[in-house]
């Protein structure tokens, strides 16, 4: 059976860009690994469609974009609740939904969450750059970046069967203290780990898919300068003036700023769903 | 060959040399980047050089933290054995808008700007890591004389192919990026392509010898890259 379905993009929305896990094994190069903020929602919108694990899905952050459909398709959204709708009837995050020429997707308020994740059942046409699609800006790479009156063509016709998967989980849980554990330098900053893990940290506006800076300042028990060297995304960096961030998938490969802790890989997903003003806490992992 | 090696969370580990920026330290983070990647040990997913530190990522599920730990600790790495590296000429416009810190540091260094040329082109240097950007080198080490600070505020977007210096070293933007290195010229070289099998031209050891040329120059070279007949291996001396 052949089948296509074309996305007409009407409104690109804040930021929607394709994604998938990223590059790695080329960051010697200064390449970010890049790749969606959060792996586990971005995986399951693919399961929940029945496409191979690693097929691109959109990732939709705070405004979402409005999209027009020409074909027959099936789709999936994960993550962050922007209320979605379709032909201005609200749908659910975490069910497979059909459409056909004509339906219009958007996208309203935020409920909950930062980013979502759009899964279309098919092979998708993006175009691949080192073996991701994901945009790489500083690289030049802006293919996969949406803009209004872009489009693209998905390839429907999948032989694989979709298997009915349970949804649990398709809306991030924001409770959870994000677990942290040793770092390179952790061992000079005591007191500012301490006050890490005792207060409330509040998202600064200055945050974007390279890291999340944290409101207001931790002590500095002395200055430590660390001569540049390798850093990934989960690295809790604490700059000169005492500001912490968390380096987050377009993080720069190396850094200068002194390493008080990491993120566990798995919660960085927890962390790609806060908006600017959402509050956090972190704990330790022994 | 001394060290210091230590978990980095749960899927990397740091192994530290002496935390100088120095050509022999960086021998050795060099000497140990080709030992791991000759081991090839089940479940190392990359090894990332920088000055004096290199970062081993590996898979959890495949091998343990502590096993891995030991099986560093126990490698035999021999400085010695590197072979020589490519020595790369690129050719650098110093003059005009191209070089929009050279009043600056002739200001700083109380050199001409004839001198600072001649000794930025006098030296060879040594790539000691790629970083910051795609195919950001980290060039050096600058004669004492070259040495500057940063500029006290950052550009929001320093142009690709911009040449700069900052304390001990030198580099070339590879893409239109914010930045704050004094920038004294240009290159028409693109120090990345994403179109290229490895997107970086160049790599952590290799060599850099700068030559001065003028803004005629400059564009009949960028336009012999830009209609593809720009032969690289003109870059390269042997």
Redesign the interface.
Known sequence: MSGRLTLHIEKPGLQTTVQDYGR?????????VGGAMGIDLYALANQIVGNEDGEPALEITVAGPKITFEGFGLLAITGADLSPSLNGLPISNGEPISVSTGDCLAFGRVVSGCRAYLAIRGKWPQPQ??GSVSP?N????TENLLRKGSRFTIDTSLDQPRKEISVKGAFPNLRKAIRV????ESKYFEGAIVQLLDQEHMVAHESNRMGIRLEGCLSLDQKHE?????V?P??IQLTHSGQPIILMADA???GGYP?IA????RQLGQLAQLKPGDKLSFEWNN | MTFEISPYGANHILIQFEQIVDLSVNAQVHAMKIALDQSAWKGVVQVIPAYCSVMVEFDPKMVKQADLLRKIQKLSVDPEEEEQSLLYRIPVCYDGDFAMDMEEVNHITSLSKEDIIAQHCQSIYHTFMIGFLPGFPYLGKLEESLQVPRRSKARTMVPRGSVGLAGSQTGVYPSDAPGGWQIIGRTPIPMFDRHWDKPALLGEGDRVQFFSINSHDFHLIEKDIASGQFNYKSLHVW
């Not at chain 1, 500083?138 to 790479?141: L, P, V, Y």
């Not at chain 1, 660390?226 to 390798?230: A, K, L, N």
């Open positions: 790695l094994g080329c960051q010697e190069q200064g390449i970010p750059w080192l790489l500083s690289a030049g790479f554990t040793v770092a390179p660390i001569i540049s060297s390798p990934f989960g690295v720069q490969t190396t390493r990491v993120v566990d890989k």
